[in-house]
């Protein structure tokens, strides 16, 4: 099925947003830091796909998920929203393993753990 591959990411990307604003974890807590870090992983990632796809490392191969649009040889459509995601993603996981760190500290201070 064509385009299934980036249905699934906006989806999942979706459903990551709702948990990041619903416990304020990346772009709700801070903004301006987390987007500029969601570009800058993005950006850099991209740059390390052209890396690759110039050295023939990296090649598009045919996947009957994936929609067929090309935004440069060998790098589909779907690649950067995946990027954004992965960097969005790293944001969330970072910021939630931060605050259950902060919890379980503060639990064993106040001697409840």
Do not use: K, N, Q
């Not at 500029?36 to 998920?65: E, K, N, Q, Y």
């Not at 440069?72 to 954004?84: G, T």
């Amino acid at each position: 099925m064509p385009g299934l591959y980036l249905l699934l990411l906006l989806v999942s990307f979706a459903g990551m947003i709702v948990l990041d604003a619903r416990h304020r974890l990346a772009l709700w807590a801070a903004p301006v830091p987390a987007g500029l870090a969601v570009v800058i992983g993005t950006v850099f990632f991209l740059a390390w796909d052209a890396a690759g796809i110039a050295t023939g490392v990296f090649v598009r191969g045919d996947s009957p998920l994936l929609l067929g649009i090309d935004l440069a040889p060998h790098l589909p459509l779907e690649e950067p929203v995946f990027l954004v995601f992965l960097c969005h993603l790293a944001l969330v996981v970072h910021a939630a393993a931060l605050r259950l760190r902060a919890r379980r500290r503060t639990a064993r201070e106040d001697g409840t753990a």
